[in-house]
């Protein structure tokens, strides 16, 4: 697959396909992306048969350059795939136009985007976003799984790729494999993350590539993952809050919902913690910060999850955003407060639901900022 993308590096063509991920470009999303780009490459299907660049279709991980090494288990992840990182495209290195009849765009890992005029398909495993606005008649594989990985292998075990053997399948599959294992948190009953889709996939990947101790394989994998996405050792109090980003802005209001490798609790002890929050708040101009942390036990594949809430300069908005979340009809939080923390204008809080992640966190503060006053 790396030399589909050595192709592209120094020849971004017009016109062109743009496959791209989502903003937080964790594992699922930067492998996913790549993915598909390289299958579509390959096969020929019906909803790009009439888009200009079908011969030219580019991946693109939706993070600048700069902000790469942040993405650790990404990192480590496409290196052990042999991917030399410097013939991935980052978003900060190609020009993406807004409105354009030369670039269109596959959202991958996501389906609102501000190039929503110019999207020909969407791949994504959130909830339906009605504010999407996408145009009618595109392609979209939408469903609510683990992992955005099983709906790429299934779109691939779909077109018959799998009834042959092939070393491109096999490396394709192998990279599909990683994702669909770290975002299910290893098919964990606990988590609850899996659908019948992730399983079906995942022992799709396994009989091709004729893995026969699946639970032992998927254990190692999982583990090297957690243990490459939690170690921030490398990474200063103020890098950790860009490694796995999402921004939420509407009508004047900016929220920023950093998600964490470690809890909220332990991140606020670190060193200049205040100081980084108050200059990443300061950046990307947010009025409030929401903080999402998680700690994978290791040995027994259990999760901890907890959240912080910090009113940056907008006190009402805080106040909506915890009333919805411990309140909310739909996805119950189940949280307690924590009051033993002190950390700038914040309210923090242990999640007892491990079930709820930012994905249904996302919905809920576009709905209070939908309607706040």
Not at 141 to 169: F, H, M, N, P, Y
Not at 269 to 293: D, H, P, T, W, Y
Request: glycine share 4%.
């Amino acid at each position: 697959m790396n030399n589909f993308i050595k192709q592209f590096k120094n020849s971004l063509k017009l016109p062109r396909i743009v496959v791209l991920g989502n903003e937080s470009c964790d594992l699922d999303s930067a492998v996913s992306s790549i993915a598909l780009a390289f299958h579509l490459s390959k096969t020929p299907v019906e909803f790009l048969q009439s888009v200009k660049g079908s011969d030219c279709i580019i991946p693109v991980l939706n993070v600048t350059r700069e902000d790469l090494p942040l993405k650790t288990e990404v990192v480590y992840y496409l290196q052990e795939n042999r991917f030399e990182l410097n013939d991935l495209i980052c978003r900060d290195e190609i020009q993406l136009p807004e409105v354009s009849g030369d670039t269109s765009f596959v959202l991958v890992d996501h389906h609102v985007s501000q190039y929503r005029a110019n999207v020909v398909g969407v791949v994504d495993h959130r909830p339906f976003d009605s504010s999407s606005m996408l145009n009618g008649g595109i392609f979209k594989c939408i469903e609510q799984v683990g992992s955005c990985a099983s709906l790429v292998t299934k779109i691939v075990e779909d077109s018959g790729t799998l009834r042959g053997k092939s070393a491109d399948t096999a490396d394709l599959l192998k990279f599909l494999y990683g994702p669909i294992v770290l975002d299910t948190v290893n098919f964990s009953k606990e988590a609850d993350k899996a659908r019948p889709l992730d399983y079906e996939m995942a022992q799709a990947i396994e009989q091709y590539l004729n893995i026969e101790s699946s639970e032992e394989t998927r254990r190692t994998l999982f583990d090297q993952l957690v243990a490459k996405r939690s170690d921030v050792s490398s990474l200063n109090s103020s890098q950790i809050l860009s490694k796995d980003l999402k921004i939420v802005s509407k009508r004047g209001r900016i929220v920023a919902i950093p998600g964490y490798p470690m809890l909220v609790q332990d991140y606020v002890k670190l060193e200049n913690a205040a100081q980084s929050v108050q200059a990443f708040a300061r950046k990307f101009g947010c009025n409030i910060i929401v903080l999402m942390g998680m700690k994978v036990n290791s040995e027994n594949g259990s999760v901890r999850r907890d959240l912080g809430i910090i009113n940056i300069n907008d006190l009402n908005l805080q106040k909506q955003i915890v009333s919805a979340i411990i309140s909310n009809a739909v996805i119950d939080f189940n949280v307690q407060k924590l009051d033993n923390i002190s950390f700038l204008e914040g309210e923090f809080y242990e999640q007892m639901n491990i079930k709820a992640s930012r994905k249904q966190l996302l919905p809920l503060i576009n709905d209070v900022l939908d309607n706040i006053c």
